[in-house]
């Protein structure tokens, strides 16, 4: 076994007997513990795996235990701090009071100085009900009809603010008041109200006024003598319906039919004296022509262009290939007098030749000499799309073999057959 850093080297044998022990030790003897030379603990698939799973997706739990106890930690805390945040709330923004068990539920909280306005419905103090206007004649019963309370136990009020017992000696019990016992706003004697008295009385006539209003429009709407709406707002707006109708009765009857019948001709004109019938639909039918080809003009005049720069090109190409190809070539082609192909004799007359569309190459003399030809004339221009095919016919014949003779011969006698 190799030696590892920090262990102290053997000591040197003195003698070859020593050595041999030594050795001997060494082979025999373990030189670390028993505990270096275990065999390591064997780790199964199934324990990977489960060390894999870190959370168990149906029971909800963490594999490792500490975690587990420290999220169930966190997730009471956290839960504890929502509850009372939302009782908090709760108790911010609805009643202060169960309206169940009649408990404060800002029991536990700190209480509003006491004054000595305590038994009174103080402005300042947070649990005293708002006054209502409540009838005199709510209750009066010292108890509460549901539970069989006594109201210093069982009311919707603050403790502070609830009835008092009878028994605490606060006084007689409140009987029953009569109606005749209210406060009145109006004295039958004097016929008058004891506040206010014209105001009342002249918003009690406006009301009158109104509500009479009211019940004879909705029984008075149309005059049948007059043949007119009893409210002139309601018979202008009636007049104005009929003279739109009025000017709309020319077209309804053509309006009722078909489309494909609306947009005849026979409808805008007499198809036999071109007299127009219906001027406005005449000129609707023209606008709508004009506009149809104002549409398309654009593309009109772009193909248009398209076509004549398309002329132009193929005139030019022609030239060119024209140019491109030696007169030579036509030259071979007839100078045996017949075709190599299907031995077709060029001498006959009836045998087809194709005219050439080559110019023999012209030689220094004739060129530059006396009596050269004249240039041939420019090329014009063609129109669009109508671009005739420029003559390539040699002047003069020249060539004496073969198909050529034939060739030479026919512009001679066309000549002597035009003198």
Same mark, same amino acid.
């Given at each position: 076994?190799?030696?590892?850093?920090?262990?102290?080297?053997?000591?040197?044998?003195?003698?070859?007997?020593?050595?041999?022990?030594?050795?001997?030790?060494?082979?025999?003897?373990?030189?670390?513990?028993?505990?270096?030379?275990?065999?390591?603990?064997?780790?199964?698939?199934?324990?990977?795996?489960?060390?894999?799973?870190?959370?168990?997706?149906?029971?909800?739990?963490?594999?490792?235990?500490?975690?587990?106890?420290?999220?169930?930690?966190?997730?009471?805390?956290?839960?504890?701090?929502?509850?009372?945040?939302?009782?908090?709330?709760?108790?911010?923004?609805?009643?202060?009071?169960?309206?169940?068990?009649?408990?404060?539920?800002?029991?536990?909280?700190?209480?509003?100085?006491?004054?000595?306005?305590?038994?009174?419905?103080?402005?300042?103090?947070?649990?005293?009900?708002?006054?209502?206007?409540?009838?005199?004649?709510?209750?009066?019963?010292?108890?509460?009809?549901?539970?069989?309370?006594?109201?210093?136990?069982?009311?919707?009020?603050?403790?502070?603010?609830?009835?008092?017992?009878?028994?605490?000696?606060?006084?007689?019990?409140?009987?029953?008041?009569?109606?005749?016992?209210?406060?009145? &706003?109006? +004295?039958? =004697?004097?016929? $008058? /109200?004891?506040?206010?008295?014209?105001?009342?009385?002249? @918003? !009690?006539?406006?009301? #009158?006024?109104?509500?009479?209003?009211?019940?004879?429009?909705?029984?008075? &709407?149309? +005059?049948? =003598?007059?043949? $007119? /709406?009893?409210?002139?707002?309601?018979?202008?707006?009636? @007049? !104005?319906?009929?003279? #739109?109708?009025?000017?709309?009765?020319?077209?309804?009857?053509?309006?009722?039919?078909?489309?494909? =019948?609306?947009?005849?001709?026979?409808?805008?004109?007499?198809?036999?004296?071109?007299?127009?019938?219906?001027?406005?639909?005449?000129?609707?039918?023209?606008?709508?022509?004009?506009?149809?080809?104002?549409?398309?003009?654009?593309?009109?005049?772009?193909?248009?262009?398209?076509?004549?720069?398309?002329?132009?090109?193929?005139?030019?190409?022609?030239?060119?290939?024209?140019?491109?190809?030696?007169?030579?070539?036509?030259?071979?082609?007839?100078?045996?007098?017949?075709?190599?192909?299907?031995?077709?004799?060029?001498?006959?007359?009836?045998?087809?030749?194709?005219?050439?569309?080559?110019?023999?190459?012209?030689?220094?003399?004739?060129?530059?000499?006396?009596?050269?030809?004249?240039?041939?004339?420019?090329?014009?221009?063609?129109?669009?799309?109508?671009?005739?095919?420029?003559?390539?016919?040699?002047?003069?014949?020249?060539?004496?073999?073969?198909?050529?003779?034939?060739?030479?011969?026919?512009?001679?006698?066309?000549?002597?057959?035009?003198?």
């Amino acid at each position: 076994m190799p030696r590892r850093e920090g262990d102290s080297a053997p000591p040197e044998a003195q003698s070859w007997g020593e050595a041999l022990q030594q050795y001997t030790m060494s082979k025999t003897t373990r030189a670390y513990p028993d505990e270096m030379y275990r065999k390591p603990a064997r780790v199964t698939n199934f324990e990977k795996k489960r060390e894999e799973t870190q959370y168990h997706p149906i029971l909800q739990t963490f594999t490792d235990s500490s975690r587990e106890s420290q999220a169930r930690q966190v997730e009471s805390s956290v839960q504890i701090q929502q509850i009372n945040k939302a009782r908090d709330r709760q108790v911010a923004t609805e009643s202060p009071f169960n309206i169940l068990t009649m408990t404060d539920k800002r029991q536990g909280l700190p209480q509003p100085r006491v004054t000595a306005s305590d038994g009174m419905m103080a402005p300042f103090n947070p649990n005293v009900e708002r006054p209502t206007f409540r009838h005199p004649l709510d209750s009066c019963y010292q108890y509460n009809i549901v539970s069989n309370l006594p109201l210093s136990q069982h009311h919707y009020t603050a403790p502070d603010l609830r009835p008092r017992d009878d028994a605490e000696g606060e006084g007689p019990k409140p009987r029953l008041q009569h109606v005749a016992g209210l406060p009145r &706003d109006f +004295d039958i =004697l004097s016929n $008058k /109200y004891r506040e206010a008295h014209e105001d009342k009385v002249q @918003l !009690e006539r406006e009301f #009158q006024r109104r509500q009479a209003a009211q019940k004879y429009w909705e029984t008075h &709407d149309y +005059d049948p =003598l007059t043949l $007119k /709406y009893i409210h002139p707002a309601k018979e202008e707006a009636y @007049l !104005e319906q009929q003279r #739109q109708q009025d000017a709309k009765q020319p077209m309804k009857q053509f309006n009722r039919l078909p489309p494909s =019948l609306q947009k005849g001709e026979g409808f805008v004109y007499d198809i036999t004296t071109h007299v127009v019938k219906n001027k406005e639909l005449y000129d609707r039918k023209k606008a709508s022509e004009q506009q149809w080809f104002e549409s398309r003009a654009a593309s009109w005049k772009r193909n248009e262009e398209i076509r004549d720069r398309s002329a132009v090109r193929q005139q030019l190409d022609d030239a060119r290939a024209v140019n491109r190809a030696a007169h030579k070539r036509y030259v071979e082609k007839f100078q045996y007098g017949y075709d190599i192909v299907d031995h077709r004799d060029f001498r006959d007359p009836d045998t087809y030749m194709p005219p050439p569309r080559t110019r023999p190459q012209l030689s220094v003399w004739e060129a530059v000499g006396p009596n050269r030809p004249p240039p041939p004339p420019p090329p014009q221009p063609p129109p669009p799309m109508n671009a005739p095919l420029l003559s390539t016919i040699p002047p003069s014949g020249s060539i004496r073999t073969g198909g050529f003779q034939r060739a030479a011969a026919e512009p001679a006698a066309a000549e002597a057959a035009a003198d």
